[in-house]
């Protein structure tokens, strides 16, 4: 356990500098985006990217996160990884090939709804097939990722991740100063298949190495695909209900209530609280997940102290977003963004974005546990308070975002309270009152300097 708690802080590390460092640069690029594009356009992009890490979420049907629960079964040997993982994974690249075939063949009527549900321009053929093959390549190097981070492979996945993504940025900002400051659509795709096309090349080359030091032994183990099978069900229904309340469905969704131009600024808001929530995802989320399937066939104190080491550091984190937001958000949007009708529904949107990482070790637990179902059934509750309910209703933005954030704080509070009474586990939600001290200290500071 030692060794196992060890390799855990080493992944915290090395996916906490993986995060911070590609989500800075990244979100470099987005303001940049946002600077030299015009509204609509910068709206437009940021519809196209939400749907299409939408559809590949909901076309990965499950899969990646139902690896965490049976990762040690399909590492004990070559022929349970080619029986669990690989037949699982082939099945994956078939469903997003199809996907991309039927997105080509059908280009003119989906491009034509596209352009007319958000009042767009047509997009060009070039890039709908670009677009297209990236959903396979996307969808591929997420499930390759995971096998590697659940395998501590921290380091050489962080590695990758940030070369490909240093290459991206020159091809996109370097042909932007050739073609005297000019970006267009076709050459931003362009630049993302080329990542995507060496990212999944490297990804491969590490499983490869994965599974040629598993042992070949052919052993006769306990039957596991119904287990499996109705495992990917709920971690299907649970990834889908999560995803409408992520910010890539959100901003889509906002856009074709009350347009791109005004929506235009949530997607900055977005891009900035993705950022936080990508550095706590990929730094807690994966990382837990790894721990906690490498003890869940261990005694429920090993669990719980898994759980706690998991989850101190991340609560205390997203306590300090929070207090250091509530000090310094309106005075910083008021001084960058005039616009203050907008001021308040984009600090609720900031929160609801922010708010969902406190599901994070909450749901790794229950899907290494094959407990989703009871995520499912409360997630699928909000959806339909919130969705089906806002039918009935028309309202501004402002009551939307306010009733999807009240409806989330009691999700959680539903689903803590399942945790304790169903699988007796207590997550440490409590914060040492220095830490508050701190951060209040440190919002007031940047608050002095904002005024500057």
């Not at 649970?238 to 005004?262: D, H, K, M, Y």
């Not at 933005?397 to 999700?411: D, E, G």
């Not at 959680?412 to 914060?431: G, V």
Request: aromatic share 20%; glycine share 2%.
């Amino acid at each position: 356990m030692i060794s196992i708690y060890k390799l855990f802080d080493r992944a915290v590390k090395w996916n906490a500098f993986e995060a911070f460092v590609y989500q800075t640069l990244l979100t470099l690029h987005q303001i940049l985006l946002f600077q030299v594009l015009n509204r609509s356009c910068f709206g437009l992009l940021g519809t196209i990217f939400s749907l299409l890490y939408l559809i590949i979420l909901i076309l990965n049907l499950g899969f990646d996160k139902s690896l965490a629960p049976f990762y040690r079964a399909f590492m004990q040997n070559k022929i349970q990884f080619r029986k669990i993982f690989l037949t699982q994974f082939i099945l994956q690249i078939s469903i997003l090939s199809m996907t991309s075939f039927f997105f080509i063949f059908f280009y003119s009527n989906l491009s034509q709804l596209f352009s007319a549900s958000f009042k767009c321009p047509v997009i060009t053929f070039k890039t709908w097939i670009i677009i297209s093959l990236l959903i396979i390549l996307e969808g591929i190097k997420k499930s390759l990722k995971m096998i590697a981070q659940l395998s501590f492979l921290n380091k050489e996945s962080a590695l990758i991740e940030l070369t490909s993504l240093i290459i991206y940025l020159i091809i996109i900002w370097s042909s932007y100063f050739y073609n005297s400051y000019t970006i267009d659509f076709s050459l931003i795709f362009s630049a993302l298949l080329i990542q995507s096309l060496l990212s999944n090349l490297l990804f491969s080359f590490l499983i490869l190495k994965i599974y040629k030091k598993l042992p070949i032994k052919n052993e006769i183990y306990e039957p596991l695909s119904n287990r499996i099978a109705k495992n990917r069900l709920f971690d299907f229904i649970n990834e889908i209900t999560r995803l409408l309340f992520s910010g890539n469905f959100l901003i889509p969704f906002l856009a074709f209530f009350f347009g791109l131009a005004q929506i235009s600024i949530l997607k900055l808001i977005n891009i900035i609280a993705i950022y936080i929530s990508v550095i706590l995802e990929r730094t807690f989320g994966l990382t837990s997940g790894a721990l906690l399937s490498h003890v869940k066939d261990l005694s429920k104190e090993m669990k719980q102290r898994a759980l706690n080491i998991a989850t101190r550091k991340l609560y205390t984190i997203l306590y300090g977003i929070m207090i250091l937001s509530i000090i310094s958000f309106n005075v910083i949007f008021k001084k960058y963004f005039p616009n203050e009708k907008l001021i308040f529904p984009s600090y609720i949107f900031f929160l609801i974005i922010i708010f969902e990482n406190f599901f994070i070790t909450y749901e790794e637990f229950f899907l290494v546990e094959e407990k989703i179902y009871y995520f499912c059934i409360i997630n699928l509750t909000s959806v339909f308070l919130f969705y089906g309910l806002l039918t009935l209703f028309k309202t501004f933005l402002l009551n939307y975002l306010i009733y999807l954030l009240i409806i989330r704080i009691f999700t959680f509070l539903f689903i803590r309270t399942i945790s304790k009474y169903k699988l007796k586990i207590r997550l440490p939600y409590k914060i040492d009152i220095k830490y508050i001290l701190i951060y209040i200290i440190l919002g007031l500071f940047c608050l002095f300097f904002t005024f500057i």
